[in-house]
């Protein structure tokens, strides 16, 4: 009777991801999600709201402008580097969720591969968006003081490059962590919750390329 007591009072076991595990007797225990997910995922949800009032203060000004975008404004040339950012960010997803689905196996190695590419394809991003920059305020063909539209653009932009920036460190960071072993296929939530906000920087960046770059 104090055997039994003993094995219902025990606490369950934790998986460090909020899934499922056994009691030591077979049985499923199921938990809720762990609170640094739930944190990162609140995170999301603000930095969505953050992004919409950017989109709605763009097709605000875009309904009641005239010309868009105004006159003796000149886009982006060279014209192709946004759409070899977008295809960069998107396969970088790709290749984060590798990583993420590698770990959930056990598999530490094909993890830290898939950070390491995934790392490097934020990097070379960050490094073409400055080289965009570069370009236009070099040519001379519209900077952040431009009115309305070079403001938007850069703030946009801008704000977004920033966000993959803190993407970068920590991807950096779950690299340093992986290479030391602290992950496993029970332990990993620090992979997960960069992960979720990984495609969350990559899904706001495929909204800027359509709406600033293709449906301007």
């Not at 394809?121 to 960050?126: E, K, R, Y």
Request: a neutral charge; one cysteine or more; aromatic letters at 14%.
């Amino acid at each position: 009777m104090s055997a039994a007591h003993d094995v219902i009072a025990a606490p369950a076991a934790t998986d460090g991801h909020g899934g499922t595990e056994t009691d030591g007797h077979g049985a499923g225990v199921k938990r809720g999600m762990d609170t640094a997910l739930l944190g990162m995922m609140l995170f999301i949800a603000s930095e969505v709201m953050f992004f919409a009032a950017l989109f709605g203060a763009y097709f605000n000004v875009r309904a009641t402008a005239t010309v868009w975008p105004p006159e003796g404004t000149e886009f982006i040339s060279p014209y192709w580097l946004p759409i070899v950012v977008t295809i960069i960010l998107i396969t970088s997803s790709f290749t984060m969720q590798w990583a993420t689905m590698r770990i959930r196996k056990g598999d530490r190695t094909g993890m830290n591969r898939g950070i390491a590419v995934t790392l490097l394809l934020g990097v070379i991003f960050l490094c073409l968006q400055v080289f965009d920059y570069y370009n236009l305020v070099t040519n001379d063909l519209f900077g952040i003081n431009s009115g309305v539209y070079g403001t938007l653009f850069y703030t946009m932009t801008g704000f977004h490059g920033a966000h993959v920036l803190g993407g970068v460190i920590g991807l950096t960071v779950i690299l340093l962590r992986g290479t030391q072993g602290q992950f496993s296929g029970k332990h990993h939530v620090a992979v997960e919750a960069v992960h979720y906000y990984w495609h969350f920087v990559d899904i706001v960046w495929v909204f800027l390329f359509l709406v600033i770059y293709w449906l301007r």
